[in-house]
């Protein structure tokens, strides 16, 4: 019997969960993130870990997914929003307390794995998984495991430009990482609704204006008809490059089931094919992808 444990380290939530070998869930567990602390962060999820072992009585292989992505070079952690994660090497001291290895990916990466595994990606050879929620991240599986990279940023699309701008769209918003008109500038939430609030001066969240456009209103339509296009052209050019069978959309946005019918209606203008074959697809797990895929990071031999 192998039991996996995976850990979700959200900004403001520490989430736990164990797999029989089956992907059945056992059971789940969650505890607030104390924030700006890194060792009391460490501590938290190995005391996480020691209770879902108490309370199953069985010991499992941790994996772990962490904003930011962990470093080949130092094994510490980089380009994290977590900002007191930088430069700590996690890997290393949660292996020290729980005296075992223990697997870091990046949490779109587990996401990925994690619909690539037994989710909505389950038969697919070669998956980007992509979560459009308060910021955009995408990670790449091949034949049921993560592609990480030398730099492990692979999959990363969020800081790339926009492709095929219209001239509207020149230079694009500011961005915190330093350039103007990355991707996640207009596809996440927040992309969404300062486009929105640009085109008609309205003040609403993403998922208003999802839900005034599903009832009719116009003005929000026209906004929604924006997003799609951009976001046809922004999975274009990664089906030009990484031509996955599947595409599969997690975060707050991807609960939008137009997206669904109208991207992949729209990516062909984009795709340089004659016909696209790949599949987009709704997450099957939701919020809960994160910490499965953590678990899943150890499906070779634990
Ligand atoms: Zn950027």
């Keep these: 019997m192998i039991m996996r444990i995976g850990i979700d380290l959200g900004g403001t ?10 992907g059945r869930e056992l059971l789940r567990r969650r505890v ?13 999820i190995a005391a996480l870990v020691r209770d879902i072992e108490q309370q199953t009585g069985q010991r499992g292989t941790v994996g772990v997914g962490t904003p930011g992505a962990v470093s080949r070079a130092t094994g510490r952690i980089k380009n994290s929003n ?12 949660l292996a020290a307390l729980l005296a075992r290895p223990v697997r870091l990916a ?5 996401f990925a794995l994690s619909e690539a595994t037994d989710g909505a990606a389950a038969d697919a050879e070669t998956v980007f998984g ?6 955009t991240g995408g990670g790449i599986v091949v034949r ?6 030398p730099n492990t940023i692979a999959g990363e699309w969020g800081h ?7 001239d509207a769209e020149r230079p694009g918003p500011a961005c915190y990482c330093g350039k103007n008109g990355c991707i996640e500038t207009f596809l996440s939430g927040p992309g969404l609704a300062r486009d929105h609030a640009q085109e008609t001066g309205q003040t609403l969240a993403a998922a208003e204006i999802a839900q005034r456009a599903e009832q009719g209103d116009a003005v929000c339509n026209a906004t929604l008809e924006r997003y799609e296009d951009r976001l046809a052209r922004a999975l274009a050019s990664v089906i030009n490059i990484l031509d996955p069978d599947v595409i599969v959309l997690g975060g707050g946005l991807s609960n939008i089931a137009r997206l669904y019918r109208n991207v992949a209606r729209l990516w062909g203008i984009y795709v340089f094919s004659d016909r696209v074959d790949t ?3 709704q997450a099957k797990y939701g919020d809960a992808s994160g910490v499965r895929g953590a678990a899943w990071l150890w499906n070779d031999r634990p």
């Design 13 to 22: 939530k520490i989430e736990g969960i164990a797999l029989d070998e089956k």
């Design 32 to 44: 607030a993130t104390p924030v700006g602390d890194y060792q009391a962060t460490v501590a938290a």
């Design 82 to 93: 977590s900002v007191c994660l930088i430069g700590q090497p996690l890997g290393e001291d």
């Design 106 to 110: 990046n949490d779109a990466n587990c």
């Design 130 to 135: 992509v979560i459009i929620g308060t910021g």
């Design 144 to 149: 049921g495991h993560v592609l990480e990279g």
């Design 160 to 166: 790339n430009p926009l492709p095929w701008p219209r």
């Design 279 to 281: 599949r987009l697809l």
